[in-house]
């Protein structure tokens, strides 16, 4: 029993490139987010998914994408890279929406 | 706007000592998360509190959500060092979201 997982844990990306971060939980839980973290901001959320088939922007949506690609796997995508998104990413799941969340280990982007 | 301020920022103390973190907003929270992060990890739940006023306790941590459901404290007694980490606050405030808080960095020495 994995958790969550995440990949990859480090990316180092140029001004434009694109790029995707993948996550898959083996929980069965319904609900899944990704959040970006930077010094003294806590938390972000990016995106979130309630449940399977839905999709909805969070606080930072602006340069990402999302897919919900089924039950487990919910994948980040940043169409083409800027500095400001030199971040570290989690994904987290919850069984069901503001239950407790399950959080993966982590990607580390920078982008150059 | 950081809807969750949490404070102090920053603490480093011996071990054997006591410490409060506040985590404070001018909004009301239907319920508040604690958790843990410690680094290069994601962050671990440590507690829910539900009720206005409600007091938890974990082992030598303590969490109380203000009767008014705005504002929550961890309180930590005789410090240790595996207590190091980053602790964050989140609040429910609407639905299938969470706000997490600014986090306080705690350093637990010898």
């Known amino acids: 029993n994995a958790g969550v997982t995440q990949t990859p844990k480090f990316q180092v990306l140029k001004t434009g490139q694109s790029m995707t971060l993948q996550c898959a939980q083996d929980?069965?839980?319904?609900?899944m987010y990704w959040y970006r973290q930077d010094p003294g901001m806590g938390l972000r959320l990016i995106y979130y998914s309630a449940s399977e088939g839905t999709t909805d922007k969070g606080e930072v949506p602006n340069g990402y994408n999302v897919s919900r690609l089924n039950k487990r796997e919910f994948s980040l995508r940043l169409e083409s890279a800027a500095p400001s998104q030199t971040s570290v990413y989690f994904c987290a799941s919850s069984l069901l929406s503001l239950y407790e969340q399950y959080f993966g280990p982590g990607t580390r982007l920078t982008v150059t | 706007t950081q809807l969750l301020e949490q404070s102090p920022q920053f603490l480093s103390i011996q071990e054997g000592e006591n410490l409060t973190v506040y985590c404070n907003s001018s909004?009301?929270?239907?319920?508040l998360q604690w958790y843990r992060q410690e680094p290069g990890e994601g962050p671990v739940l440590l507690v829910t509190v539900v009720t206005g006023g409600e007091v938890k306790k974990l082992k030598r941590l303590t969490f109380q959500f203000g009767d008014a459901r705005k504002d929550s404290s961890l309180h930590i007694t005789a410090a240790q060092p595996g207590d190091t980490g980053l602790y964050l606050c989140a609040g429910v405030q609407t639905a299938s979201k969470l706000t997490f808080g600014t986090g306080t960095r705690l350093q637990v020495t010898l």
């Open positions: 909004s009301v929270f239907s319920s």
């Open positions: 929980m069965n839980h319904n609900s």
